[in-house]
């Protein structure tokens, strides 16, 4: 089976199908059968501080999700990585399929050894959409793909924040969407490894409800100051997208200011 957009013929393995991303025009691959992205990594991409041009790396890049909404957002080269064979290789035909091959590229490896092949201090953004939870047995009650994306099988919040450590070069920024329960954690291993957070939103789902989502971007040696954005509220009282959701998923292609 093929799928055929943008005159790029991509073909589609068992169980997959094709989804649209809502925003210019893009599709992506997905199967029930894997970690399909969320919210969280569209948010994310909108949030991230990327640069006209240089070089961005997603990591955990899963398929690929990222990577291709940030190359809405400027003219960079963007490579992405992914340790899971299966999700890097839907990763890869996605951008295929809406013929980006010639500014997002997709790795299939570890995070944990990119700097070994890549360098140090060669990305001038990492953005980065990890697992959440920590190992607690739960896991085990997932199939292998779902697992990984959702708990630290692959590598901990420790390893993610090392490895943006050794990829991003001094300045650069690194933007992760997390969980709030762990921004503390999050804070204090950045400072730990030499990434100072300097801006922070929540997101809730309503208004009257606690964030579970948490955006922070940080400067490698960056000084000592961080600001808090307004809360970002998904839905508003009728059950519907508030204005600026509707915004992130259909309306203006420019970053934050």
Request: charged share 25%.
């Amino acid at each position: 089976m093929t799928n055929s957009y943008n005159d790029m013929p991509v073909p589609l393995h068992s169980a997959e199908r094709v989804d649209d991303l809502l925003t210019h025009n893009l599709r992506i691959i997905q199967s029930d059968e894997v970690f399909s992205f969320s919210m969280d990594a569209v948010l994310l991409a909108r949030f991230a501080s990327v640069p006209p041009r240089g070089r961005v790396l997603d990591l955990c890049t899963g398929n690929g999700v990222i990577p291709m909404l940030l190359s809405t957002r400027t003219r960079a080269s963007i490579e992405g990585i992914e340790i899971q064979p299966r999700l890097a290789d839907m990763a890869r035909r996605s951008v295929a399929m809406n013929g980006l091959a010639e500014r997002v590229i997709i790795h299939e490896g570890d995070l944990r050894e990119l700097h070994q092949t890549a360098g140090y201090g060669v990305f001038d953004a990492i953005t980065v959409n990890p697992p959440y939870m920590p190992l607690n047995g739960s896991d085990l009650k997932l199939n292998s793909h779902q697992a990984m994306a959702r708990h630290e099988l692959g590598c901990t919040l420790e390893e993610v924040i090392q490895a943006c450590v050794r990829l991003v070069r001094t300045g650069g920024k690194v933007s992760m969407v997390h969980k709030p329960q762990r921004l503390v954690d999050i804070i204090s291993l950045m400072r730990q490894y030499k990434l100072e957070p300097k801006l922070i939103r929540f997101v809730h789902p309503r208004a009257h409800l606690e964030a579970n989502m948490v955006l922070i971007e940080a400067a490698r040696d960056g000084r000592p100051e961080v600001r808090l954005q307004p809360p970002l509220i998904v839905y508003n009282e009728d059950n519907q997208y508030c204005p600026e959701i509707l915004d992130i998923y259909y309306g203006a292609k420019e970053g934050k200011s």
